[in-house]
């Protein structure tokens, strides 16, 4: 004989069952990340050509519109607000995208803008000289990833569906 005794556990609300049955795969999320940040580098690019703009103040607009672009994907494919952990894997895989097409873009500028002297003479000064190259980019990483990490958190609580 089989048991036909009806079960006393509620059934889960359907917005945990999707949180545990998605574990979101977050690199698709990454990827319009990095899309989001040099689509909005090119428009800040073009722009900086006609209005003076700090660089790092492109970067950080950059940032913010490709967090836009990343949460505001992640909501509507999920119907969901990021969780604690997808908001720091974004915010560590986008700020490492960033960093590696900002090494990418520093490489071709290298090697296709540069000529052998003025290799030679960036090369010796930051060699002669290395704390204020060094410092730059420590700042700079920080600042790209403290962007990114409020970027993503207010535009988490901004675009949670009720």
């Known amino acids: 004989m089989t048991d036909?005794?009806?079960?006393?556990?509620?059934?889960?609300?359907?917005?945990?069952q999707n949180a545990i049955?998605?574990?979101a795969n977050m690199t698709e999320y990454v990827g319009f990340f990095?899309?989001?940040y040099i689509l909005a580098s090119v428009v800040f690019i073009v722009v900086q050509t006609q209005l003076v703009m700090n660089p790092h103040l492109v970067t950080v607009l950059s940032v913010i519109a490709a967090a836009y672009i990343a949460v505001y994907k992640f909501i509507k494919h999920h119907k969901r607000a990021l969780q604690k952990s997808e908001m720091n894997r974004l915010t560590l895989a986008g700020t490492a995208t960033v960093w590696l097409l900002s090494t990418l873009y520093f490489l071709g500028i290298?090697?296709?803008?540069?000529?052998?002297?003025?290799?030679?003479?960036?090369?010796?000064?930051?060699?002669?000289?290395?704390?204020?190259?060094?410092s730059a980019v420590i700042m700079i990483m920080l600042l790209t990833l403290a962007c990114a990490r409020i970027s993503i958190l207010i535009f988490n609580r901004l675009l949670t569906p009720k």
Do not use: C, H
């Open 34 to 36: 990095a899309v989001g």
């Open 4 to 16: 036909q005794r009806p079960s006393l556990q509620k059934p889960a609300p359907l917005a945990y």
């Open 21 to 23: 049955n998605s574990n």
């Open 110 to 134: 290298w090697f296709a803008l540069f000529d052998v002297v003025s290799r030679e003479v960036f090369t010796e000064m930051a060699i002669e000289n290395p704390m204020p190259l060094v």
